[in-house]
């Protein structure tokens, strides 16, 4: 059974920092593709960026040059290094990998 885990949201404030961490069990995360995607308050769920299985990563705008995406394979994890984070960043990111899901985890950014 494939289970996704994800950690490190919590509260900061604007222009800091935060890394996000998915881990994967019941599948090898390198053979797939892998996405964040995130939730605010009362949206719908929007893509943030997604990692191929060679290790190319694209973003949506709104997050370039600010967030970056990596996997470390020894671990079977990928993380979302957030930087400059801005209050409209603030939602619940969550790790996906082809039908998984993550629990998600929550990153809010005060002004």
């Known amino acids: 059974q494939v289970q996704l885990v994800e950690s490190g949201g919590g509260l900061v404030q604007a222009g800091e920092s935060l890394t996000l961490s998915c881990a994967a069990s019941?599948?090898?995360?390198?053979?797939?593709?892998v996405g964040w995607f995130r939730q605010a308050p009362g949206k719908e769920r929007e893509f943030v960026a997604w990692?191929?299985?060679?290790?190319?990563?694209n973003y949506v705008d709104s997050v370039k040059g600010r967030f970056a995406f990596s996997r470390d394979d020894a671990e079977n994890t990928v993380y979302l290094q957030m930087n400059s984070l801005k209050p409209d960043d603030t939602a619940v990111y969550y790790c996906?990998?082809?039908?998984?899901w993550g629990q998600g985890t929550q990153v809010t950014v005060s002004s």
């Open positions: 019941g599948l090898t995360m390198s053979h797939y593709p």
């Open positions: 990692i191929s299985r060679t290790g190319t990563a």
């Open positions: 996906n990998i082809r039908s998984n």
